[in-house]
């Protein structure tokens, strides 16, 4: 048996688009998985609530996802350092990467906890929530803001082993997780009646297990990532350096998620038809963008390990392979997507031809641009691991002034029309700066 420091694995040889892909393929497992819960869930809620359960969730799921971005970014950020001092073969920052981002991370989902709690009531209403599933949104959101800690946690210790060059094991955790989430959502809403909330509470629940799952394989398969005495007193300079990166990652999804929320705010004042026409479609999209984000997520750690070590070119290369990859795989899904996704919509909304029909040419317009959302992420991503800032929280800025021209102005006047055009034309506005500042920091060789 090897001894458990040689189980590291660097990604910094070897053909890039080879090895961004197979270090993807546990991302698109684990995605896959999450996106077929949120179907069965979407069913299970269907099936038990009917249509008013489902927009419940639909209208409230954007105010989770809201901070869950934040969490997702701030943790992104940290194990984007804990990878580049991994390439850099650096032991002793690695464990002190690690210590920064436990007591980061303990902070903020401790503080996002206590304080916005008390604010889900407000929150729903400022999204125009209809009264008549504002009681089921505010359980939803409030149990969901509860679990917060397991949320962040889970991402960060599996970003720790990612960092080492294993995807696979957090796959299997996740794997493990979703299937808890089936069937705790079949039995506390279908057999215990719990509603909503009982969906809430399931997710709550799985993500403390696969927190759990995380630590226990950091221990066993990774001792020489966990934290020493000394590394705990992490110097301000650490805990600094890891708030900045990860807070411009939290920033940016941040920002992209306010710009959704103001969209969701605008599908909620079409009524509540359209909201869980809108939720099932973008769930069915979810399945259909599972590639592009597992390949953007390997494509983060890939850079951060190549830039630690010294190996920019290989970035570059890696890029560029992987953005003639996504146009293909685009333009492939673009056609599945437009020939198939009807009777998988049906599912979800069963005797609701209008709700169908809705869904249904949303999917449709929407896969029309999936090949230039992979590129976008592609490029996103590498930014993202060679540790920029500014350029992803411009992407994110862009987007979000999209998605408010289209909640404000745009979507109100035009309804329908405007609706299905409101994700494809944001993605094209987040492109804008950061192709331009991708095209400066290679120009200027910034991070050669």
Known sequence: MQPAAERVEVLTSGSPVKRIS????????????????????????????????????????????LIYSLCFGLSDGFTVICAQRVGAHDSDGVRRSVAASIILGALVSLCFTLILIPLVPALLGLMRTPLEIMAPSVIYVTIAYGGLSFVLFSNLLSGFIRAGGNSLSPMIFFIIATVCKVALSILFVMVFSWGVGGAALATVLADLLSSLLALLCLIRRYPQFIPRKADWRSSLQDLGVHFSLGLSMAMMRFIIEIGAIFVQAAINGLGSLTIAAVSAAQRIRGLCIIPFFSLSRAMT????????AARIDRVYKGLFQLSLLSLGLGFIIAGLNHFFVGPLVSVLLPGNPEAIGLAVQYLRINGYFVSYLGILLSFRSCLQGLGQKSATVLCGIAETLSCTLFAFVLIPRLGLNALYLTSPFGWIASSVPLFIAFGIIKKKNLFA
């Open 301 to 308: 750690t890939y850079t951060a390990q190549n830039y630690g």
């Open 22 to 65: 197979l270090f993807a393929l546990p991302f698109f497992a684990g995605d896959l998985f999450h996106v077929l819960y949120t179907m069965i869930d979407a069913y299970i809620i269907s099936r038990a609530l009917g249509l008013q359960g489902l927009a419940a969730v639909g209208a409230s799921q954007g105010l989770a996802w």
